[in-house]
């Protein structure tokens, strides 16, 4: 995959979770990556207490351990180029409070 949305594009994103529905699989968020300080926008591939694929586990996890399982709260989120991406393999899940808002429209 590729990336969804171009450089310059204007995103509508609502937090108002009540108007649009919950976050689902494959919703786009905008959450705040506490780390660096910075917005960034990625799909949702699984939701609190859902095993990931043993291929998308978190860079850290080891196989021993067993399945990894999304903490309750938490989302876990994949950017459209996975060769590319830095998602939750790198920085690990992404709790309900990072949220900044689900999108709802691109043009």
Same mark, same amino acid.
């Given at each position: 995959?590729? *990336?969804?949305? !171009? *450089?310059?594009?204007?995103? $509508?994103?609502?937090?108002?979770?009540?108007?649009?529905?919950?976050?689902?699989?494959?919703? &786009?968020?905008?959450?705040? $990556?506490?780390? !660096?300080?910075?917005?960034?926008?990625?799909?949702?591939?699984? +939701?609190?207490?859902? !095993?990931?694929?043993?291929?998308?586990?978190?860079?850290?996890?080891? $196989?021993?351990?067993?399945?990894? !399982?999304?903490?309750?709260?938490?989302?876990?989120? $994949?950017?459209?180029?996975? +060769?590319? *991406?830095?998602?939750?393999?790198?920085?690990?899940?992404? *709790?309900?409070?990072?949220? &900044?808002?689900?999108?709802? &429209?691109?043009?």
């Amino acid at each position: 995959m590729f *990336s969804t949305f !171009k *450089s310059g594009q204007r995103l $509508l994103a609502c937090n108002a979770y009540w108007l649009v529905g919950k976050i689902r699989h494959n919703d &786009i968020i905008v959450f705040r $990556l506490k780390e !660096k300080d910075e917005l960034v926008i990625k799909r949702v591939y699984k +939701l609190g207490n859902e !095993k990931v694929d043993w291929i998308y586990i978190p860079k850290n996890w080891k $196989l021993e351990q067993g399945a990894y !399982k999304v903490p309750e709260g938490n989302y876990y989120v $994949l950017g459209d180029n996975l +060769l590319e *991406s830095e998602d939750s393999r790198v920085y690990g899940p992404i *709790s309900a409070d990072q949220v &900044i808002g689900k999108v709802v &429209i691109a043009n």
